[in-house]
């Protein structure tokens, strides 16, 4: 029960971490990032939503309970996460590593999200 909790607790502060910086790139180089959305084929105006949606994931993920919002805050970032990987894959900037490991993250703590409520 306690490996499930410390693996659950690593995953998701490594993620939140990661969330986190891109929330700094996206607010503190936003020319880079605008000109990323535009090779992506994306629109810039998405990138403001984009970070207040990452923050409020990331307060959602390290402050509720099992319940629905949680959930939907897993499947909203898998979305961005694999849209965000086939972005970097067709323009090929070597982004998609990042990516990879979001994903693993988002996946594991989902996991042991689950496991740490399960009953017995």
């Known amino acids: 029960m ?15 971490a990661i969330l986190l910086m891109s929330v700094g790139m996206y607010l503190f180089k936003n020319e880079m990032i605008q000109q990323a959305f535009i090779s992506f084929g994306y629109p810039t105006y998405l990138i ?34 694999i849209l965000a990987f086939f972005a970097h894959i067709m323009v090929k900037d070597g982004g998609q590593m990042t990516a990879i490991i979001a ?11 689950k496991k740490r409520f399960k009953t017995k």
């Open 48 to 81: 403001y939503p984009l970070v207040f949606l990452k923050i409020a994931a990331v307060v959602v993920l390290l402050t509720q309970k099992q319940n629905f919002i949680k959930h939907l805050a897993y499947a909203g970032l898998f979305f961005e996460i």
């Open 103 to 113: 994903l693993v993250l988002l996946i594991t703590s989902c996991i042991y999200n």
């Open 2 to 16: 306690k490996t499930n909790k410390t693996i659950y607790w690593i995953s998701t502060v490594l993620l939140s």
